[in-house]
């Protein structure tokens, strides 16, 4: 019900890339992404729906083969199945959620 940021555990997923999760119930995950400039998430799918929310930085998204470069206030959604990737323009703080949560972005201590 109640989730603290500073007690989320801090996940390197790249050189340059963090991840917090900071909420993870039954049917949905939050997650905090932090990415050095220039780090590049490859293209990947998964069978959650995803939905993220930049707060600052820039990124280049691409989904299913569009290109949209965002910037703090934009948003953005990956549905399920669809291939995306990202490049960090700037140093860039992100916020993704996912329905039904990812098993493997689950903290520890869950």
């Known amino acids: ?21 900071l909420v993870s119930d039954e049917k949905l995950m939050i997650c905090r992404f932090d990415l050095e400039k220039g780090v590049e998430i490859p293209g990947h799918s998964h069978h959650q729906d995803q939905a993220g929310y930049v707060v600052s930085g820039r990124i280049r998204l691409s989904v299913d083969g569009k290109n949209c470069d965002l910037g703090p206030g934009d948003s953005y959604s990956a549905p399920s199945g669809a291939v995306h990737s990202a490049l960090a323009l700037e140093r860039s703080v992100v916020v993704d959620t996912f ?11 869950d």
């Open 1 to 21: 019900m109640f989730f603290f940021y500073d007690r989320a555990e801090v996940v390197e997923m790249l050189p340059g890339l963090t991840r917090r999760t």
């Open 99 to 109: 329905s039904p949560p990812r098993e493997d972005y689950r903290n520890t201590g």
